[in-house]
């Protein structure tokens, strides 16, 4: 269970942003030579498809509204994304400890994806473009930290995720309001978006 707090650490991460964290561990397991980061991560074909897929979420997730589009999507993709972490840090082999940080990562993810996109929807009342891309970039620095983090120092890394996810938690309880205001809006502009019925 020593990858315990590496499973929990990278699953807060991957809730914010999945490719980023695999993307991240790779170059960090590749080029510095910690071990620890499952190898399947340093692979060339696995670090293009996530740089790809992070240059694409990158984009989206400073565009009021399509940041919101994209965590819908992801709401699968992140928690899954957690447990399938969890697994190869356990190494894969089906028993118990791989069941444990599976799940650890994947519910995880899962709330730090939720927190995120509540707190997004929220941000997405603001009438200025700016407090969108801030919260976007802070997010994109946060993970690139927390992935650097992980390989560095996993306990220290999970510590922080466990604040962040508290912090996370607190912040969208007190947005609750605006939270509900974000998701009209949400629905507003998919609406208008939608070719009407013929």
């Not at 692979?43 to 989206?60: F, K, P, Y």
Request: with cysteine; net charge neutral.
């Amino acid at each position: 269970m020593e990858m315990l707090p590496a499973a929990f650490a990278s699953g807060w991460a991957s809730g914010i942003n999945a490719w980023a964290t695999v993307l991240v561990l790779g170059l960090i397991g590749r080029f510095s030579g910690i071990e620890g980061i499952p190898a399947g991560f340093e692979r060339t074909d696995v670090l293009v498809v996530v740089g790809i897929l992070c240059a694409i979420e990158l984009v989206a997730d400073k565009i009021p509204y399509i940041d919101s589009t994209w965590d819908a999507i992801s709401t699968v993709i992140r928690p899954i994304a957690g447990a399938a972490i969890g697994a190869l840090y356990a190494g894969a082999n089906g028993d118990l400890a791989i069941i444990t940080l599976a799940s650890v990562g994947g519910i995880t993810a899962l709330v730090s994806h939720l927190t995120k996109s509540g707190i997004r929807l929220a941000v997405n009342t603001s009438p200025e473009p700016f407090t969108n891309v801030a919260a976007s970039s802070a997010g994109d620095v946060t993970v690139t930290g927390m992935a650097t983090l992980i390989a560095l120092a996993p306990v220290a890394a999970a510590v922080v995720a466990g604040i962040l996810l508290v912090l996370g938690l607190i912040v969208l309880a007190f947005l609750v309001h605006r939270i509900r205001r974000g998701w009209l809006a949400f629905q507003r502009w998919r609406r208008r978006d939608s070719p009407a019925p013929a």
